[in-house]
T-cell receptor
Framework: NAGVTQTPKFRVLKTGQSMTLLCAQD?????MYWYRQDPGMGLRLIHY???????AKGEVPDGYNVSRLKKQNFLLGLESAAPSQTSVYFC?????????????FGPGTRLTVT | AQSVTQLDSHVSVSEGTPVLLRCNYS??????LFWYVQHPNKGLQLLLK??????LVKGINGFEAEFKKSETSFHLTKPSAHMSDAAEYFC???????????FGAGTRLTVKP
């Protein structure tokens, strides 16, 4: 039981390049989330998904796209990377959307855009 | 709407002394509240959660937190700090639809020998 895994762990991009971050969970959770973590700002929600085939915008969605083609996977895409997207990205999942269920987090992906 | 304020960005204690990490929240709902811990270069791990049951919540590694509605607070405490407690701690409020979680900015705990 691996929980939530993220690929890759580190990545360096040049401005304008694209990439996809992969998140996978093996807990059969319905909800999945992508956050970014910046110093002094806690975690901010980028996009989330309430089930296979569905996605929704979070607090800071601009410059990112997501897809949830399979229940266990949630992909985060950067079409044209910008230095402002330098951050640590965390994926999380939860059993459902009820607010009393905690979220389970992956180990993070450190992205640097030069 | 909901938000979280962690009152200290950095707390430093000596090993064996008590820990107090302060958190105030604002929520339009009857919220759930969580404390997560993040060790360096790691993901977030749940320490404890409050979901409208007992107001004093016990978590892992000897941590506990008390929900005080009148003060809109959810402070995290531990009687005796250990070196392994050095980490970043996040207070989180959740409520409403779609598990809308709002994170505080974090408190970095340093434990001195």
């Amino acid at each position: 039981n691996a929980g939530v895994t993220q690929t890759p762990k580190f990545r360096v991009l040049k401005t304008g390049q694209s990439m996809t971050l992969l998140c996978a969970q093996d807990m059969n959770h319905e909800y999945m989330y992508w956050y970014r973590q910046d110093p002094g700002m806690g975690l901010r929600l980028i996009h989330y998904s309430v089930g296979e085939g569905t996605t929704a915008k979070g607090e800071v969605p601009d410059g990112y796209n997501v897809s949830r083609l399979k229940k266990q996977n949630f992909l985060l895409g950067l079409e044209s990377a910008a230095p402002s997207q330098t951050s640590v990205y965390f994926c999380a999942s939860s059993y459902d959307g009820s607010f009393f269920y905690e979220q389970y987090f992956g180990p993070g992906t450190r992205l640097t855009v030069t | 709407a909901q938000s979280v304020t962690q009152l200290d960005s950095h707390v430093s204690v000596s090993e064996g002394t008590p820990v107090l990490l302060r958190c105030n929240y604002s929520s339009s709902y009857s919220p759930s509240l969580f404390w997560y811990v993040q060790h360096p270069n790691k993901g977030l791990q749940l320490l404890l959660k409050y979901t409208s049951a007992a107001t004093l919540v016990k978590g892992i590694n000897g941590f506990e937190a008390e929900f005080k509605k009148s003060e809109t607070s959810f402070h995290l405490t531990k009687p005796s700090a250990h070196m392994s407690d050095a980490a970043e701690y996040f207070c989180v409020v959740s409520g409403g639809n779609n598990n809308d979680m709002r994170f505080g900015a974090g408190t970095r705990l340093t434990v001195k020998p």
